[in-house]
C-alpha cells in the first residue's frame, strides 16, 4: 500500500513546505511594499529574523508555566502534520489515510485551543485580551472552513484532501457554481486565519489593535522563531488548501517523478500570484472595528452553507 | 447458564449492602472512605467487566421473584443494556474511588448517610438499565430519582440547594409521569413485560402518541430543551462526584430509555419523528452551549455544557431514526454508532471535569470563577488531568471527543439523498448548526481552564490552595487514561458499538478493512481517520524539534517579570474575569439572553459593575406555567373551608349522588 | 452529472446573481449599492445573451439591450445623480445585526428552491434549474426592502426585485413578449421620476430621508 515513491514524495512535500513557508511570507510583505511604493526588505528576510530570533535567549514570564514553554512546539507539530496531509505537490500520501478535511479542520482548532492557553497562562490583560479575541475569530471561522470543506466533499464525494483534489482536478472542463461561493468564503476565512488586513493587521504595534500578536506577546527567542515559523507555515497550508480545491491543475497523481517534478514550478506560479492577490487586497482594504470581525466571519459561514445549498439544488 | 446476569446482580447487591453497613456507622468517616467507597469501585469494575463480555453473546433474561404478586421482577441483559452497564461500571469505578477522597466530616448529610445514597443510586441505574418490564422500569426509575434528590441536597443547610433539589424531583415526577402514560400506551391489552409490548402493532396515530411521550419523559430526565432548566440548578448544588454521576450516568439512563421505547419496544420508525429529535437536539445543543459561555460559576457552566453534550446525542439518534425509516440502514448505523460513541466520551470527559471542579473546590471553597486563577502552579496534578478532560470535550484530535464529532459529520455528508426534498435542503443547515457548536464549545472550554487554572491567582487566599489526594488522584488519572484511550483505538469500540447497533438496526458499521488503526467507516478513500498516527507524528515532530533547537542553538532561559506596557501597577485583577471572556458571545447572541446590566457612573465612590444572565424560557413558560397552577389552586382553595360541617357536607352529598346513580 | 456548457455558464451567472443578491443585502453604503446593482443588472444582461445565443430566440438579444441599457448605464447614472443631489452620497447605514437578516435570507433561499422545485421539472428550457435562484433573488430583494430605513436603498431593492423577474422570465419561459417587456421598461421609469420627485419632498419636509420620520404623518 505504501510506495517507496509515495515515501520520497511526501517527505519532499513536508521538507519543501517547513523550509520555503517564510519565502511566501516574505513574497506578500514584499509585494505589500511594493504596492504602497516602499523598496521592502527582501523575500529572505523571514529567515533572517528566524535566525536572529534562534540565536536569543529565551526570556519566561515568573508565571509561565510547563504549557507555556511547550506550547511553541505543540503548534509547530500541528502545523508540520497539516503541511503533511494537504496534497502541494502528489496527490499519492502515505500519510492522507492519517486525517481527512475534517481532522484538518481539528489539526487548527488544536493550534488554537493551545496557543489561547498559553496567552492565558501568564496572567496579563493583554494575553487574555488576545485569546479572547483569537478565540472570537476561531469560533466563527472554524466552522466556515468546514462548510467551505464540505462543499468540496459533496461534490467529490469523499472527505480525504487526496481524493477530493484527485476528483476536482479531472472534472475539467465543468464550472461549479458552488464553488465559486465557496472560494469567496474560503477568501474570507484564509485572511482572518492567517492574521491579515481587515481582520487584524501583522504588523501592528498597537496592543489594543492586536489579535494574534497579543497572544504572543510574552514569547522571545527560539520560542518565538517556531512561533513565527507556524504562522508561516500556517499561512503556506491555507494558500495550498486554496490552491487544491479551487486550482488542482498541475498537482500530479499518484507517485511519478516526473509529474512531481513539473508540480514544483507550477505550485511556485500559483503560490506567487496567490500571494499577490492578498497582498492586493489587504491593500485596499481596511481593518475594520473588532466587532465588525464576527460579522465578516459570520458572512463567510452563511456564504459557505449557501454553497452547499446550491450544490444540492443547482448540481444534485 | 446466565453468567454475567447473575453477576451483576450480585453486585448490585453487595452495593445495597454497601449502603446499609454505611447506614449503621453513619459518622465513622474512615470506614466509609476506606473501606466502602473503594468496595464500591471494585465492584462498578466487575459490572463493566461483565457487561463487555455479555456484549458479543446472546440476550439473558432472568425473573427476580419480588414485586407484585402476578407482575414480578423481569429482567434482561442484551447488547443495548450492556454497552450502557459498560458506561455505568468503567465510569463509576473513577467516580468512586475519587469519593473515597473527597468526602468530609461536616457538610450537611452524614459521611454513611452519603454512602448510603450513593450506593442506593447505582444500584437503581444498573436495575433500570437492566429492567424488562414496565413496573420494575418505573421502580427503579423512581428509586433513581428519589437517592439522586437526596444526594443533591447533601448540604441541605443552604436554602438554595433545598430549591434546586425541590426543582430536580419535580420536573422528574413531571417527566416519569409522561414514561408511564407511554409504557400504558405500548403494552396494549396484554400485561407490562417487555416482550409483549414488543409484540403489539400500534395504529400510527397512537405510536407517534407514545413516541411524543417517550421523548417527553425521557427527555425531561436527559435535559432536553425546553425541560432542562433543573440541570443547571441541581448539578452545581449536588457535590462533585454527585454532579459528575448524574451527568455522565444519569443523563445516559434517560438516552438508553429513549433508544429502548424508540428502536426495541415501539420498533418502528416515521421518518418525521426523526426530524423532531434532531430539531429538537440542535436547538438543546446550540442554546446549551450559548449559555454556557456567558456563566460565572464554574460547574452551572459543566452544567451547560452537559445540556449541550446531550443535544449532540440526540442529534445522532434522529438522523438514525430517519435513515431507518426511509431504509438507509448504513447509514443508520453509522449514525447511531455516533450518539453512542458520544455518551461514553461524554461520560469520560465529563465526569473529569466535574472532579476536577471537585477538587478545585475542596481546595479553594471558591466556585465562582471570578475568586479562582492560577491553580496551576499549586494543584499540577489536577490541572494537567483537567487539561486532557478541556481538550477531550472541545472536540480535539487525538482525544476521544473528535471521534464522536467525526462520526456524526460524517453521517451528515452522506446524506443527502433523502426522498424529501426540504430533508435535503435542511442537512447542510444541520450540520453547519453542529459544527457552530462544536466550534462554540472549544471556546467555552478555553474560558473554563484558562480562568481557573491559568493566569494569575484573582483572590489571596488561594495561595493556600492544596493539590488533590492520592484517592482523589486515582480517580481523575482512571478518567483521563479512558479518554485517551477511547480516542486513540476508535476501531475497538465501534467494534463494541457495533453489537448494540446490530441488535437495534440489524446493520452494524463493523468497516475494519484497513485494520486496527484506521478508522474508514464507508470506504478508505471515502473517509479515514488514525488518531494513534496522528498522535505519534506529532510527538515525533516535537521530539525532533526539541532536539534540534537543542543542537544547533542553546535551551537558556531567563526569568524576568510579564510585559506591562509601562504600567508598573498591574494586578492579577486585570485579567480577564469570566464575564469579560463571555462577553463576545453575549454581544454576539444578544436576543438569546435575558440580561440585566448594573453600570457604575463616574460618581461612584465605589464602582461596580454587575451582569445577570438568565434564562428567556423560565420566564416565558416556567413562571406563567407557575401562575397559572397558583390560580388554579385559589380556585380549588374555595372548597377548604375549615370547618367540620362542610366536609360533612361534602361526604353527605358524594354519598347522596352515589346512591342515585348507583342503582 | 455532466450538463452541456451553456447551462453550466448559466448556472454560474445564475450564482453570482445571488451572490449580488446577498451582498446587497449586506450593504451598508449607498455608493457600493447602487455599483452591486448596476453589476447585477450586467449579470443579467450576459446570462439573457447566452440564452439567446444558444437557442437562437432573437427578440431576446433586444431584451438583453434593453436590459443593458436600462439597467446598467441609465438607472445607475440617474440613482448617482440623485444621491448626489439629495446630498446622501456618503451615508452609511446602521443595519442592525446582519447575521440575523442573512440567516433569514438563508431560510428565504431555501423555501425559494423548494417551492420552485416542482415547477422547473415541468418547464423545457435549458436554463430550468435557476428557476429557484430567480425567486431567492426576489424575495432577497424585498428583504432588503424590508430592512432599510433610509429611501434610496429602498428603492434599489425594488429595482433589484424586477432584476429578479426579468432573470425568472428568462430562465423559464425565454422571456416575454416584446410588448410586455416594453410596457415593464416604461413602468420602471415613471417609478423612478415619480420616487424621485417624493424623495425630494420627503427631504424637504423632514431634512433627512430616512424613512422612520413618515411615521409621524399617521393621526394620533
Not at chain 3, 432599510?148 to 434599489?156: D, E, F, L, T, W
Amino acid at each position: 500500500m505504501i510506495s517507496w515513491a509515495g515515501l520520497v514524495a511526501q517527505l519532499t512535500e513536508i521538507v519543501l513546505a517547513v523550509l520555503l513557508a517564510p519565502v511566501l511570507l516574505g513574497w506578500v510583505n514584499q509585494c505589500r511594499a511594493w504596492l504602497q511604493n516602499k523598496s521592502g526588505p527582501g523575500i529572505l528576510q523571514p529567515y533572517r529574523t528566524l535566525r536572529k530570533l534562534f540565536a536569543k535567549e529565551a526570556v519566561l514570564a515568573h508565571t509561565a508555566s510547563p504549557l507555556f514553554r511547550a506550547t511553541p512546539y505543540v503548534l509547530f507539530a500541528c502545523m508540520c502534520l497539516a503541511a503533511a496531509i494537504v496534497p502541494t505537490l502528489g496527490t499519492d500520501l502515505p500519510f492522507s489515510p492519517a486525517a481527512d478535511a475534517i481532522a484538518l479542520v481539528g489539526i487548527f482548532a488544536l493550534a488554537r485551543v493551545f496557543i489561547s492557553l498559553a496567552a492565558m497562562d501568564i496572567g496579563t490583560a493583554f494575553g487574555t485580551l488576545g485569546a479572547r479575541r483569537e478565540m472570537m475569530v476561531g469560533f466563527l471561522a472554524e466552522p466556515a472552513l468546514l462548510m467551505v470543506l464540505f462543499t468540496a466533499s459533496l461534490i467529490s464525494h469523499s472527505t480525504s484532501l487526496a481524493t477530493i483534489v484527485e476528483r476536482l482536478a479531472h472534472m475539467k472542463f465543468v464550472i461549479y457554481p458552488s464553488l465559486a461561493f465557496a472560494g469567496v468564503a474560503f477568501t474570507m476565512v484564509s485572511l482572518a486565519e492567517n492574521a491579515r488586513i481587515p481582520v487584524d493587521n501583522p504588523s501592528t504595534h498597537l496592543e489594543l489593535t492586536m489579535i494574534h500578536e497579543a497572544m504572543v506577546l510574552e514569547y522571545s527567542g527560539r520560542h518565538l522563531a517556531l512561533i513565527e515559523w507556524s504562522a508561516a507555515l500556517k499561512l503556506f497550508v491555507y494558500s495550498c488548501i486554496g490552491i487544491a480545491l479551487f486550482f488542482p491543475f498541475g498537482i500530479a497523481e499518484g507517485g511519478d517523478a516526473l509529474g512531481l517534478l513539473l508540480a514544483l514550478p507550477a505550485l511556485a506560479a500559483k503560490l506567487a500570484v496567490g500571494g499577490f492577490a492578498m497582498a492586493v487586497i489587504e491593500t485596499l482594504s481596511a481593518k475594520m472595528r473588532i466587532f465588525r470581525a464576527p460579522e465578516f466571519l459570520g458572512t463567510a459561514f452563511l456564504l459557505a452553507v449557501l454553497a452547499m445549498l446550491i450544490h444540492l439544488l443547482l448540481e444534485g | 447458564m446466565p453468567g454475567a446476569l447473575h453477576l451483576i446482580l450480585s453486585v448490585i447487591l453487595l452495593w445495597l449492602a454497601l449502603g446499609l453497613v454505611g447506614v449503621f456507622f453513619p459518622r465513622n468517616l474512615r470506614l466509609v472512605s476506606r473501606i466502602l467507597f473503594p468496595a464500591g469501585a471494585l465492584g462498578a469494575l466487575l459490572v463493566a467487566s461483565a457487561a463487555l463480555e455479555a456484549l458479543g453473546g446472546d440476550p439473558r433474561t432472568l425473573v427476580l421473584p419480588l414485586g407484585l404478586p402476578d407482575l414480578p421482577f423481569h429482567l434482561r441483559l442484551d447488547a443495548l443494556s450492556a454497552f450502557f452497564l459498560l458506561l455505568l461500571g468503567a465510569v463509576t469505578a473513577g467516580i468512586s474511588v475519587f469519593a473515597s477522597g473527597y468526602f468530609r466530616q461536616g457538610e450537611g448529610t452524614a459521611p454513611g448517610l452519603q454512602c448510603l445514597y450513593y450506593h442506593v443510586f447505582i444500584a437503581s441505574m444498573a436495575m433500570v438499565l437492566l429492567a424488562d418490564d414496565a413496573y420494575a422500569f418505573m421502580v427503579f426509575w423512581e428509586t433513581m430519582a428519589l437517592s439522586s434528590y437526596f444526594l443533591v441536597t447533601s448540604d441541605h443547610t443552604k436554602a438554595e440547594i433545598r430549591r434546586a433539589g425541590f426543582l430536580y424531583l419535580l420536573i422528574a415526577h413531571v417527566g416519569a409521569i409522561g414514561i408511564l402514560l407511554c409504557f400504558g400506551l405500548l403494552h396494549g391489552t396484554g400485561d407490562y413485560t417487555f416482550d409483549t409490548m414488543r409484540k403489539v402493532q400500534l395504529a400510527p396515530f397512537w405510536a407517534t402518541v407514545a413516541f411524543g411521550l417517550a421523548l417527553f419523559g425521557f427527555g425531561a430526565k436527559a435535559g432536553m430543551l425546553p425541560l432542562h432548566v433543573w440541570l443547571p440548578e441541581a448539578h452545581p448544588a449536588a457535590p462533585s462526584p454527585v454532579s459528575a454521576l448524574m451527568s455522565a450516568v444519569m443523563l445516559k439512563t434517560a438516552i438508553y430509555g429513549l433508544l429502548r421505547v424508540l428502536f426495541d419496544l415501539l420498533h418502528m420508525q416515521v421518518w418525521w419523528w426523526g426530524v423532531v429529535i434532531l430539531v429538537l437536539g440542535l436547538a438543546t445543543a446550540l442554546y446549551g452551549v450559548i449559555f454556557s459561555a456567558v456563566q460565572t460559576d464554574m460547574k452551572r457552566l459543566l452544567a451547560y455544557s452537559s445540556i449541550e453534550n446531550i443535544g449532540f446525542i440526540l442529534v445522532g439518534i434522529g438522523l438514525a431514526v430517519t435513515f431507518q425509516a426511509y431504509g438507509m440502514r448504513a447509514l443508520a448505523a453509522l449514525a447511531l454508532t455516533a450518539a453512542l460513541y458520544h455518551s461514553i466520551n461524554h461520560a469520560f470527559f465529563k465526569s473529569l471535569l466535574f472532579l476536577a471542579t471537585g477538587s478545585v473546590l475542596h481546595a479553594t471553597h471558591e466556585r465562582a470563577l471570578g475568586k479562582l486563577g492560577g491553580l496551576m502552579h499549586r494543584m499540577p496534578w489536577v490541572a494537567w488531568l483537567a487539561l486532557v478532560g478541556t481538550l477531550a470535550i472541545a472536540g480535539l484530535p487525538p482525544l476521544n471527543g473528535f471521534v464522536s464529532e467525526w462520526l456524526l459529520l460524517q453521517a451528515f455528508l452522506f446524506s443527502p439523498n433523502l426522498p424529501h426534498a426540504y430533508l435535503n435542503m435542511l442537512v447542510p443547515v444541520a450540520a453547519a448548526a453542529v459544527v457552530l457548536a462544536a466550534a462554540l464549545a472549544g471556546y467555552v472550554m478555553v474560558k473554563f481552564y484558562g480562568v481557573v487554572f491559568l493566569g494569575q491567582p484573582r483572590e489571596p487566599g488561594l495561595a493556600t490552595a492544596h493539590d488533590a489526594g492520592i484517592w482523589e488522584r486515582v480517580g481523575l488519572i482512571w478518567l483521563a487514561a479512558g479518554c485517551i484511550a477511547l480516542g486513540v483505538a476508535p476501531v475497538a469500540v465501534i467494534g463494541v458499538i457495533d453489537a448494540v447497533s446490530g441488535q437495534l438496526l440489524g446493520n452494524t458499521l463493523g468497516a475494519n478493512a484497513s485494520g486496527w488503526m484506521f478508522l474508514t467507516p464507508i470506504s478508505a478513500e471515502r473517509a479515514s481517520y488514525a488518531p494513534f498516527l496522528f498522535l505519534i507524528v506529532i510527538l515525533f515532530v516535537w521530539f525532533l524539534t526539541w532536539l534540534a533547537v537543542r543542537q544547533y542553538y542553546h535551551g537558556g532561559v531567563r526569568r524576568a517579570p510579564p510585559w506591562d506596557c509601562g504600567f508598573p501597577a498591574q494586578t492579577a485583577r486585570m485579567q480577564d474575569t469570566a464575564e469579560g471572556f463571555g462577553q463576545p458571545i453575549r454581544q454576539v447572541f444578544e436576543p438569546f439572553f435575558r440580561m440585566q446590566r448594573e453600570l457604575p457612573t463616574p460618581f461612584d465612590a465605589e464602582p461596580r459593575y454587575r451582569v445577570t444572565v438568565d434564562d428567556h424560557l423560565w420566564h416565558w413558560l416556567y413562571l406563567p406555567m407557575v401562575r397559572v397552577t397558583e390560580l388554579l389552586t385559589r380556585v380549588v382553595t374555595l372548597l377548604q373551608r375549615g370547618r367540620i360541617s362542610v366536609y360533612l357536607t361534602y361526604s353527605f352529598v358524594t354519598l347522596l349522588i352515589l346512591l342515585l346513580f348507583v342503582k | 452529472m455532466h450538463l452541456p456548457m451553456i447551462s453550466q455558464i448559466i448556472n454560474l451567472l445564475a450564482a453570482i446573481l445571488l451572490l449580488l443578491s446577498f451582498a446587497m443585502l449586506t450593504q451598508r453604503r449607498i455608493l457600493s449599492l447602487i455599483n452591486l446593482f448596476a453589476l447585477q443588472g450586467f449579470t443579467l444582461t450576459l446570462s439573457t445573451l447566452v440564452v439567446a445565443w444558444s437557442t437562437g430566440q432573437h427578440h431576446l438579444y433586444y431584451s438583453a439591450a434593453l436590459t443593458f441599457v436600462l439597467k446598467v448605464l441609465l438607472l445607475p447614472w440617474i440613482l448617482h445623480r440623485l444621491i448626489r443631489k439629495l446630498n446622501v452620497k456618503w451615508d452609511v447605514e446602521t443595519l442592525i445585526n446582519i447575521p440575523t437578516t442573512m440567516l433569514v435570507g438563508i431560510a428565504l433561499v431555501i423555501l425559494a428552491f423548494n417551492v420552485a422545485l416542482p415547477i422547473s421539472q415541468l418547464a423545457g428550457t435549458i436554463a430550468k434549474s435557476t428557476l429557484g435562484i430567480a425567486l431567492a433573488c426576489v424575495l432577497l430583494a424585498f428583504l432588503t426592502m424590508i430592512t432599510r430605513s433610509k429611501a434610496v436603498p429602498q428603492v434599489i431593492g425594488f429595482l433589484a426585485m424586477e432584476n429578479g423577474l426579468v432573470f425568472a422570465a428568462t430562465s423559464a419561459t425565454y422571456g416575454m413578449p416584446m410588448v410586455v417587456e416594453f410596457g415593464i421598461a416604461l413602468d420602471v421609469m415613471v417609478g423612478m421620476v415619480i420616487l424621485g420627485v417624493f424623495f425630494f419632498q420627503i427631504r424637504e419636509r423632514f431634512e433627512s430621508l430616512d424613512i422612520r420620520h413618515l411615521e409621524k404623518l399617521k393621526e394620533e
